[in-house]
Every structure is written in C-alpha cells, then in structure tokens.
C-alpha cells in the first residue's frame, strides 16, 4: 500500500503562485505516473497535469503555460508550480499514483483557493 502525503495548499489572491507537493512513502513497485487532480464544487475531479517516469508531461488545457508539473524520482515526490492562479484554479487538488504493476493511489487532497 502506498501512502501520499501531500502539503502547499492555501489561500492565495487572484495572480499569485503556489507549490504543492506529494511524496509517495512505502511504494514497493516502481511508480510509472505520478500526477495532480482537482474537484470543484459540484464539478467532477478532472486530471490537471502528469508526468510519466520518462518525465513526459501532460497538462489540461486551462493550465498550459501557468502550471508545470516536476518530480524527484530518488524520492518518489512530484511537485506542481502553479502561477498566475486564477479563481477558476479553486478546487481540492489529489495527487495521484499509478504503479507498474496497476497500482493506482489517492492522496487526501489539499484545499487551493484564489481569491478574486
């Protein structure tokens, strides 16, 4: 059983930046993606941006060009840079981990909300 541990969520004014982060503890299995979810109120969790163990990233539409997903792979830990943060960026953010094996892991989500 995997265990994510995520943390950088917070209150942040409309143009400003934030950084979270998820480090995946007692994976036992090599991860092949590790990546960041987010739900809005009464809107389904929608993928925001993955990055595969080659590094090949993918993001939503929304966020191209203002969020940049990373990852420490000696730690198992990706991060998501998120500037110019808009309030439409509200949501509680999930990291998410699928293994080789067909492991797939949820953190327990961090609240980001933008202030306008």
């Known amino acids: 059983q995997v265990q994510l541990v995520e943390s950088g969520g917070g209150l942040v004014q409309a143009g400003g930046s934030l950084r979270l982060s998820c480090a995946a503890l007692r994976s036992f299995d090599i991860i092949h993606y590790m990546g960041w979810y987010r739900q809005a109120p009464g809107k389904q969790r929608e993928l925001v941006a993955q990055?595969?163990?080659?590094?090949?990233?993918n993001y939503t539409e929304s966020v191209k060009g203002r969020f940049t997903i990373s990852k420490d792979r000696a730690r198992d830990t990706v991060y998501l840079q998120m500037n110019s943060l808009k309030s439409e960026d509200t949501a509680i953010y999930f990291c998410n981990v699928r293994t080789r094996r067909g492991g797939q892991y949820w953190g327990q989500g961090t609240q980001v909300t933008v202030s306008s």
């Open positions: 990055i595969s163990i080659r590094g090949t990233t």
